[in-house]
């Protein structure tokens, strides 16, 4: 369940994802140059929420993949913008084969970011595929865990210390490692008498 969110950046559990494990499952990167394929997207109830084509392309350059102009949105198209050729990169793993990666199309500053990333995501209201960096995105477990808190909740003298500090940031923290200490202590989790009096 976790603790209250301590950041209002948005989810990647949000966003639409374009991942590059269910394309190498799916043969794409072995089929033929310019062929076709489509990717759905799902709501809660199993129903296609919307659709992207996309085509597969050999070139000199590399291979890459070049997504249609527009994205079906159940009944709507919402048109994609910056650059919808995404380059394709490979390494070879250790066990053998080997393993595609994207290069992240973002535009910034009229240039691409070029990261090599599993997955490109779309959040929504956006028309434009990023790596989770471009789109300053964070994963629900980081946002319900602030390492901070739990490094203080560890150390009962420093939390004590916090919660009399007279900055109010420092004082909230202290709060919420507090918080937390006694949550460990009614599960048995921490020896009530590390608790130590201050001099």
Not at 32 to 48: K, L, Y
Not at 92 to 109: E, I, K, L
Not at 158 to 178: M, T
Request: contains cysteine; aromatic residues 10%; positive net charge.
């Amino acid at each position: 369940m976790g603790r209250d969110c301590w950041s209002t950046r948005l989810l990647v559990e949000h966003c639409r994802v374009l991942s590059v494990d269910p394309m190498q499952r799916d043969r794409v990167f072995s089929s033929p140059g310019g062929s076709s394929w489509t990717i759905t997207w799902a709501d809660s109830r199993g129903q296609t929420e919307a659709s992207l084509d996309y085509a597969f392309v050999r070139s000199d350059e590399g291979l890459s993949l070049f997504l249609a102009p527009w994205m079906t949105d159940r009944r709507t198209r919402i048109e994609l913008s910056g650059e919808r050729r995404i380059q394709l990169t490979a390494t070879r793993p250790h066990f053998g084969g080997r393993r595609f990666w994207f290069r992240c199309p973002f535009m910034r500053d009229g240039k691409a970011c070029g990261r090599r990333v599993g997955r490109l995501y779309l959040p929504p209201g956006k028309a434009m595929l990023g790596c989770r960096i471009c789109h300053n995105l964070i994963h629900r477990s980081a946002r319900e865990h602030d390492a901070r808190v739990y490094r203080l909740a560890r150390d009962p003298i420093a939390w004590s210390d916090a919660l009399d500090d007279r900055s109010l940031r420092r004082k909230l923290l202290g709060v919420s490692a507090f918080t937390l200490w006694l949550r460990w202590e009614r599960e048995g989790r921490v020896d009530p008498r590390t608790l130590k009096a201050r001099a």
